[in-house]
């Protein structure tokens, strides 16, 4: 099969098409001839050498994937040859097939074409799990989203907002704040001029944000502590602004307040597929109803990979997907 294969650490340029070997479903595994996958952050830092994959994964860049069913492993139940699904990767999506475990299969909504459902699997299990099952937003709670013209964000602000929180997010250009107030948030910030913790303490007479959803890391961890409320919930799941910083554990004591750094790609596969699980019982019927939609800005040939790894640190919106 044609896979994208990273030639040595570096830049766009190391990406290149090969020919590997076919995957091989083993027990309770299930093979996916891919129809499209989608660029994601972790992949930009795994082809500069800084986030290799767990042990077991493919090597091959690319964690969701969109297609049909073309193998079914031993003691795989449910699933046929043919059935059209997406699915969350630990590796192997930038591929013409991949190997998937069965619990890590999601069907693909309704009212979704099989290219577009590979937009879906790491943002909704992503915000799903660590914005409702783990920080357990509530109806009328303020969520801050920093991103939120990413994958991410797009997807976080509509799911926020449809389950009934007030929304607020940070973003770089005033293109992707209008896109944001479009999808659900109530105020789009500009970070490069405005200080997030005045703005959403200026718009909660005061008290904060109940739930941040933060991608930056080190760079954001003092001032998101500052902008959180009584009983706040501070989630990280990504570094861009680094790893290591200061935490003022009296300021927090004194909002009862937690920080909680997650990781899905790690996960052990019982617990993704509990969360695959739970993102097609919660989170598929507002996709199929339309009140949450994948934001898809690019859709680009796997030829075009290099390119679509360079878009992701541009001024796109929403995903950009890479289609075989």
Same mark, same amino acid.
């Given at each position: 099969?044609?896979?994208?294969? +990273?030639?040595?650490?570096?830049?766009? %340029?190391? =990406?290149?098409?090969?020919?590997?070997?076919?995957?091989?479903?083993?027990?309770?595994?299930? /093979?996916?001839q891919? #129809?499209?996958?989608?660029?994601?952050?972790?992949? !930009?830092?795994?082809?500069q050498?800084?986030?290799?994959?767990?042990?077991?994964?493919?090597?091959?860049?690319?964690?969701?994937?969109?297609?049909?069913?073309?193998?079914?492993? %031993?003691?795989?139940e449910?699933?046929?040859?043919?059935?059209e699904?997406?699915?969350? !990767?630990?590796?192997?999506?930038?591929?013409?097939?991949?190997?998937?475990?069965?619990?890590?299969?999601?069907?693909?909504?309704?009212g979704?074409? !099989?290219?577009t459902?590979? #937009?879906l699997?790491?943002?909704?299990?992503?915000?799903?799990?660590?914005? $409702?099952?783990?920080?357990? =937003?509530?109806?009328? %709670? +303020?969520f801050l989203?920093?991103?939120?013209?990413?994958g991410?964000?797009? $997807?976080?602000i509509?799911?926020?907002?449809t389950?009934?929180?007030r929304v607020?997010?940070?973003?770089?250009?005033e293109?992707?704040?209008?896109?944001?107030?479009?999808?659900?948030?109530?105020?789009?910030?500009?970070?490069?001029e405005?200080?997030?913790?005045?703005?959403v303490r200026?718009?909660?007479?005061?008290?904060?944000?109940?739930?941040?959803?933060?991608?930056?890391?080190?760079?954001?961890l003092?001032?998101?502590v500052?902008?959180?409320?009584d009983?706040?919930? !501070? /989630?990280?799941?990504g570094?861009?602004?680094?790893?290591?910083?200061?935490?003022?554990?009296?300021?927090l004591?004194?909002?009862?307040?937690?920080?909680?750094?997650?990781?899905?790609?790690?996960?052990p596969i019982?617990?993704?597929a509990?969360?695959?699980?739970?993102?097609?019982?919660?989170?598929?019927? =507002? +996709?199929?109803?339309?009140? /949450?939609?994948?934001?898809?800005?690019?859709?680009?040939p796997i %030829?075009?990979?290099?390119?679509?790894?360079r878009?992701?640190?541009?001024?796109?919106?929403?995903? /950009?997907l =890479?289609? $075989?």
């Amino acid at each position: 099969m044609r896979a994208v294969t +990273v030639t040595e650490p570096g830049g766009p %340029e190391v =990406l290149t098409i090969a020919d590997v070997p076919d995957p091989v479903a083993g027990p309770g595994e299930v /093979v996916v001839q891919v #129809a499209a996958t989608a660029v994601n952050r972790a992949d !930009l830092l795994q082809r500069q050498g800084f986030y290799p994959p767990p042990p077991g994964a493919s090597e091959i860049l690319g964690l969701e994937c969109s297609g049909t069913v073309a193998e079914v492993g %031993e003691g795989v139940e449910g699933l046929e040859v043919g059935d059209e699904v997406c699915a969350l !990767l630990a590796g192997g999506g930038y591929a013409e097939r991949v190997a998937v475990p069965a619990g890590q299969l999601m069907p693909v909504p309704a009212g979704v074409d !099989l290219v577009t459902a590979a #937009a879906l699997p790491e943002v909704a299990c992503t915000v799903w799990s660590n914005v $409702f099952m783990v920080a357990g =937003l509530r109806p009328d %709670e +303020v969520f801050l989203v920093h991103g939120g013209g990413g994958g991410i964000g797009t $997807f976080a602000i509509q799911l926020a907002s449809t389950m009934g929180a007030r929304v607020f997010t940070t973003a770089g250009s005033e293109a992707k704040r209008e896109r944001c107030r479009e999808l659900g948030a109530e105020v789009a910030i500009d970070y490069r001029e405005e200080d997030f913790v005045e703005v959403v303490r200026a718009h909660t007479d005061g008290a904060g944000a109940d739930v941040v959803l933060d991608n930056m890391g080190a760079k954001y961890l003092g001032r998101n502590v500052d902008v959180l409320a009584d009983s706040g919930r !501070l /989630v990280i799941i990504g570094m861009q602004g680094g790893v290591k910083a200061e935490l003022n554990i009296a300021q927090l004591l004194g909002k009862r307040g937690a920080v909680i750094a997650t990781a899905l790609r790690s996960r052990p596969i019982e617990d993704k597929a509990r969360i695959c699980a739970s993102v097609v019982e919660h989170v598929w019927p =507002l +996709v199929a109803d339309g009140s /949450v939609l994948p934001v898809v800005g690019r859709a680009l040939p796997i %030829e075009e990979v290099a390119e679509a790894h360079r878009l992701l640190d541009g001024d796109n919106v929403g995903k /950009v997907l =890479l289609t $075989f």
